[in-house]
């Protein structure tokens, strides 16, 4: 009964910003991690950020400095703010929610930045 919606994906030019949302309804408990993974053509899905129920944040390398992950647990909704966006960013980015012995996915956003 996990479900998880992605949006806020779309067309921007290097050096600019966006911000993805994930609703999240069903059975979820704000305890478990939440995070943001991404997938380009002809590449594996990677992990772009997470973030526990407490605000302890992960990012990968790519993205740190750029991307800010962020939740509200009252909500159940997790944010990825993105600036200085490179082309190399493009992919489709996918909400995460990781329980004990359960994965959910959301069925993506697509993000395309280029000129």
């Known amino acids: 009964q996990v479900q998880l919606v992605e949006s806020g994906g779309g067309l921007v030019q290097p050096g600019g910003s966006l911000r993805l949302s994930c609703a999240a309804s069903?059975?979820?408990?704000?305890?478990?991690?939440m995070g943001w993974y991404r997938q380009a053509p002809g590449k594996q899905r990677e992990l772009v950020a997470d973030?526990?129920?407490?605000?302890?944040?992960n990012y990968a390398d790519s993205v740190k400095g750029r991307f800010t992950i962020s939740r509200d647990n009252a909500k159940n909704t997790v944010h990825l703010q993105m600036n200085s966006l490179k082309a190399e960013d493009t992919a489709v980015y996918y909400c995460?929610?990781?329980?004990?012995?359960?994965?959910?996915w959301g069925q993506g956003t697509q993000v395309t930045v280029s000129s």
């Open positions: 069903g059975r979820i408990f704000s305890i478990y991690v």
């Open positions: 995460n929610y990781r329980p004990p012995r359960n994965n959910y």
């Open positions: 973030i526990t129920s407490g605000g302890m944040t």
